[in-house]
Nanobody, 127 residues
């Protein structure tokens, strides 16, 4: 069974940067993609970015395109989310999750297509 653990959240000023990490353990060869989601208070969980395990192709939501970068280090079983030029509206709990068998990250991140959710890491952007 695949387990995912996020880290790297914190408090940062607007315009600042953070790098989130999602470390996989267990059945790390089973996942087809890793996605980053976020959930702000009172809002639905939304997909931010994802990366395919096979070809490494990526997807970004329009709200973060050009500011966030997703990457992977297969040797460390880790997926990163580099977040630059952070805004107050980026404040949320960020979760990583694994795409279920058959999912391909190409622009549609639906919650039912993901499993093995991590516990989340809080990102707060405030002056």
């Amino acid at each position: 069974q695949l387990q995912l653990v996020e880290s790297g959240g914190g408090l940062v000023q607007p315009g600042g940067s953070l790098r989130l990490s999602c470390v996989a353990s267990g059945s790390t060869s089973d996942y087809v993609a890793i996605g980053w989601f976020r959930q702000a208070p009172g809002k639905e969980r939304e997909g931010v970015s994802c990366i395919n395990a096979g070809d490494g192709s990526t997807y970004y939501a329009d709200s973060v395109k050009g500011r966030f970068t997703i990457s992977r280090d297969n040797a460390k079983s880790t997926v990163y989310l580099q977040m630059n030029s952070l805004k107050a509206e980026d404040t949320a709990v960020y979760h990583c999750a694994a795409g279920v068998l058959g999912y391909y990250c190409d622009g549609y991140m639906s919650l039912p297509d993901f499993g093995s959710w991590g516990q989340g890491t809080q990102v707060t952007v405030s002056s």
